[in-house]
């Protein structure tokens, strides 16, 4: 009896370690994944962090991580294991409609797109801010069975020059999770600016753009008066000419830029 009742015990005292282990292992997957728990807290908490990233990459120009917590890491860390190709194909359902794994990472990469067209086309203009705030608010966070949506709003004060006119700026964001293979993860960024300027996927081309600001910061630079250089009558003129096909050219292609948020 003695017997049978210390193997009893002992097979309870394995199944209940092994059952510790897994517990474990999941919560170790999901901080690594970027979650704590699986809870509004949480996504709130996530949604914030990445927002607030991307505002300090636009503003303050940081090199920061964008693809953190987003689909595309998740599918960076699959494809060490099954084929990339079958990975961006696979099809998930998002608020009741059918989409791919690729299109969900196109999402991400436009808003990393816009991120870096910001950071780029500012810090090329060297403008600073001085004593920059961000505040960024929770407003809503709606949860279903495979999507999160969380709303926030961010608001950003800051000065050009030390002791300056304080400026500020504001926006609304929507930020989309998903579960992908058991990790829940971003799917998708949306901003009520980058929308009313028609800086969407489908709209924005971000070499496109790039490549306008590089020829308009080009044409400036060409037009820029030299040292020691003597200007004819017919140099000004012609100047004056370039300067105004460069004025027409910069409000066609880079009046985007004035628009959004502010500089």
């Given at each position: 009896m003695c017997k049978r009742l210390s193997v009893f015990l002992i097979?309870?005292?394995?199944?209940?370690?092994?059952?510790?282990?897994?517990?474990?292992?999941?919560?170790v997957e999901k901080v690594e994944n970027g979650f704590s728990a699986v809870s509004p807290e949480e996504f709130n908490r996530v949604a914030k962090e990445y927002i607030e990233r991307y505002i300090e990459t636009i503003y303050l120009y940081k090199p920061n991580d964008l693809n953190h917590n987003t689909i595309k890491a998740v599918v960076t860390k699959e494809s060490a294991t099954a084929s990339i190709t079958d990975t961006?194909?696979?099809?998930?359902?998002?608020?009741?409609?059918?989409?791919?794994?690729?299109?969900?990472c196109d999402n991400i990469s436009h808003f990393q797109n816009i991120a870096e067209y910001y950071r780029y086309t500012?810090?090329?203009q060297d403008i600073v801010r001085y004593?920059?705030?961000?505040?960024?608010?929770?407003?809503?966070?709606q949860?279903?069975?495979?999507?999160?949506t969380v709303q926030l709003y961010t608001y950003v004060t800051f000065q050009y020059e030390e002791g300056g006119e304080p400026a500020a700026c504001g926006d609304?964001?929507?930020?989309?999770f998903a579960e992908i293979n058991g990790q829940w993860c971003i799917v998708d960024i949306d901003s009520e600016e980058l929308?009313?300027?028609?800086?969407?996927?489908?709209?924005?081309?971000?070499?496109?753009?790039?490549?306008?600001?590089?020829r308009a910061q080009t044409m400036q630079t060409a037009i820029a008066p030299e040292d020691n250089c003597e200007l004819t009558q017919g140099s000004i003129i012609e100047k004056r000419h370039m300067s105004t096909e460069i004025q027409q050219f910069l409000n066609q292609t880079i009046v985007v830029i004035s628009r959004v948020f502010c500089f």
């Amino acid at each position: 009896m003695c017997k049978r009742l210390s193997v009893f015990l002992i097979v309870v005292c394995v199944t209940l370690s092994l059952w510790s282990f897994d517990v474990r292992a999941s919560e170790v997957e999901k901080v690594e994944n970027g979650f704590s728990a699986v809870s509004p807290e949480e996504f709130n908490r996530v949604a914030k962090e990445y927002i607030e990233r991307y505002i300090e990459t636009i503003y303050l120009y940081k090199p920061n991580d964008l693809n953190h917590n987003t689909i595309k890491a998740v599918v960076t860390k699959e494809s060490a294991t099954a084929s990339i190709t079958d990975t961006m194909q696979r099809q998930i359902t998002l608020d009741q409609e059918m989409t791919t794994v690729a299109d969900l990472c196109d999402n991400i990469s436009h808003f990393q797109n816009i991120a870096e067209y910001y950071r780029y086309t500012r810090s090329a203009q060297d403008i600073v801010r001085y004593n920059f705030s961000l505040t960024t608010t929770v407003l809503d966070t709606q949860m279903s069975d495979n999507c999160v949506t969380v709303q926030l709003y961010t608001y950003v004060t800051f000065q050009y020059e030390e002791g300056g006119e304080p400026a500020a700026c504001g926006d609304m964001f929507t930020v989309k999770f998903a579960e992908i293979n058991g990790q829940w993860c971003i799917v998708d960024i949306d901003s009520e600016e980058l929308t009313a300027y028609g800086l969407t996927k489908e709209e924005f081309d971000f070499a496109s753009a790039i490549a306008s600001f590089n020829r308009a910061q080009t044409m400036q630079t060409a037009i820029a008066p030299e040292d020691n250089c003597e200007l004819t009558q017919g140099s000004i003129i012609e100047k004056r000419h370039m300067s105004t096909e460069i004025q027409q050219f910069l409000n066609q292609t880079i009046v985007v830029i004035s628009r959004v948020f502010c500089f």
